[in-house]
T-cell receptor, first 115, second 115 residues
Framework: KAGVTQTPRYLIKTRGQQVTLSCSPI?????VSWYQQTPGQGLQFLFE???????NKGNFPGRFSGRQFSNSRSEMNVSTLELGDSALYLC??????????????FGPGTRLTVL | AQKVTQAQTEISVVEKEDVTLDCVYE???????LFWYKQPPSGELVFLIR??????QNEISGRYSWNFQKSTSSFNFTITASQVVDSAVYFC????????????FGKGTRLHILP
C-alpha cells in the first residue's frame, strides 16, 4: 500500500504571497490531519478533515485554511505569508472511523521557506 | 490540559550502548493514547508504537522496548544495543480518547549514536 504523499516537497515564497500544499492519504483512509513543525514551537496541530468536513482545529490564525475532496485528498492554504510561516508542514492520515483513535501515518512533509 | 514533556533535548551514546528516552505526560482523561514516533533526517515521522491508557503491559519489539507506568504518568522508550541507524529525533505524543484526532507532541529528543 502506498504511503501518505505530499506535494511539493519544497517551496520558496516571499512575504505576502499565498501557498497551497497538497496531501494524498493512504488508500482507504478518510481522515487527514495537518501539522506545522518549527524549531521553536515543535510540532503543532493545525486541523483535521474527515469526509470533506473540518472536524478539529488547532490554534492558528485564519490565514491557515484547508479543505478535503471527495477522494480524501486534502489541501492546505496559507494566505499572506509571514516569515514565521517558514516550517515543515506534515500531513497525516488515518482510517478515521468515528469513535476510534487509530494510528496516524505521516507523509514526508513540505518544507516551506518564506523570504 | 494535555501536555507531553521530553526533558532530554539531546542524547549522545556510543554504538551498542543501551539508551532510554524519557516521556512524561499530563491529561485529565481516563481514556487516552500514547505514541512514539521517529523522525530521521529525511523528515518523515515514522510510527513506532501506540498504547492505550488501559493497557499497562510493557512491550518489546526487537531492540525497542517501552515502559508504560500510569502511576508516574510516564511512557519511556529504550533502545538496546543501539545502532548508528537509530540516530534521529524521537517524539512522544498523546491523544485523548473520544475520537479526537489531535495529537499533542513533546518537543522531541535528538539521539546521536556515535560509531
Amino acid at each position: 500500500k502506498a504511503g501518505v504523499t505530499q506535494t511539493p516537497r519544497y517551496l520558496i515564497k516571499t512575504r505576502g504571497q499565498q501557498v497551497t500544499l497538497s496531501c494524498s492519504p493512504i488508500s482507504g483512509h478518510r481522515s487527514v490531519s495537518w501539522y506545522q513543525q518549527t524549531p521553536g514551537q515543535g510540532l503543532q496541530f493545525l486541523f483535521e478533515y474527515f469526509s470533506e468536513t473540518q472536524r478539529n482545529k488547532g490554534n492558528f490564525p485564519g490565514r491557515f485554511s484547508g479543505r478535503q475532496f471527495s477522494n480524501s485528498r486534502s489541501e492546505m492554504n496559507v494566505s499572506t505569508l509571514e516569515l514565521g510561516d517558514s516550517a515543515l508542514y506534515l500531513c497525516a492520515s488515518r482510517s478515521g472511523t468515528t469513535g476510534s483513535t487509530d494510528t496516524q501515518y505521516f507523509g514526508p512533509g513540505t518544507r516551506l521557506t518564506v523570504l | 490540559a494535555q501536555k507531553v514533556t521530553q526533558a532530554q533535548t539531546e542524547i549522545s551514546v556510543v554504538e551498542k550502548e543501551d539508551v532510554t528516552l524519557d516521556c512524561v505526560y499530563e491529561t485529565r482523561d481516563t481514556t487516552y493514547y500514547l505514541f512514539w514516533y521517529k523522525q530521521p533526517p529525511s523528515g518523515e515521522l515514522v510510527f513506532l508504537i501506540r498504547r492505550n491508557s488501559f493497557d499497562e503491559q510493557n512491550e518489546i519489539s526487537g531492540r525497542y522496548s517501552w515502559n508504560f507506568q500510569k502511576s508516574t504518568s510516564s511512557f519511556n522508550f529504550t533502545i538496546t544495543a543501539s545502532q548508528v541507524v537509530d540516530s534521529a529525533v524521537y517524539f512522544c505524543a498523546l491523544s485523548e480518547g473520544g475520537g479526537d484526532d489531535k495529537i499533542i507532541f513533546g518537543k522531541g529528543t535528538r539521539l546521536h549514536i556515535l560509531p
